[in-house]
């Protein structure tokens, strides 16, 4: 059974820092692209972050330069280093590994940013 666990997120004032993780268990990790969403109280579920299987990273436009998504293979885990933050970065965030016919997804983690 497929498992993505998700931690690091809390509350952290404007222009701080926060590590995100996220534990894959029940895949074959590796060869999963990992994708990094997150979706603020009353907004669509967006995408933030993704990584594929050789390490290749895309960003949206509103975290780039400010956040940095990687992996560890040999760790079955997933990372969003996110720095600079700002209150619009206030959501619940969400691991995915994805590939073709296979989908799963994390339970979220509450990344909130305020002073």
């Known amino acids: 059974q497929a498992t993505l666990v998700e931690s690091g997120g809390g509350l952290v004032q404007p222009g701080g820092s926060l590590r995100l993780s996220c534990a894959a268990s029940?895949?074959?990790?590796?060869?999963?692209?990992m994708t990094w969403y997150r979706q603020a109280l009353g907004k669509p579920r967006e995408l933030v972050a993704r990584?594929?299987?050789?390490?290749?990273?895309d960003y949206a436009d509103s975290v780039k330069d400010r956040f940095t998504i990687s992996r560890d293979n040999a760790q079955d885990t997933v990372y969003l280093q996110m720095n600079s933050l700002t209150p619009e970065d206030t959501a619940v965030y969400y691991c995915?590994?994805?590939?073709?016919?296979?989908?799963?997804w994390g339970q979220g983690t509450q990344v909130t940013v305020s002073s």
């Open positions: 990584i594929t299987s050789r390490g290749t990273a």
């Open positions: 029940g895949i074959p990790f590796n060869i999963y692209i």
């Open positions: 995915h590994a994805g590939l073709p016919g296979r989908s799963y």
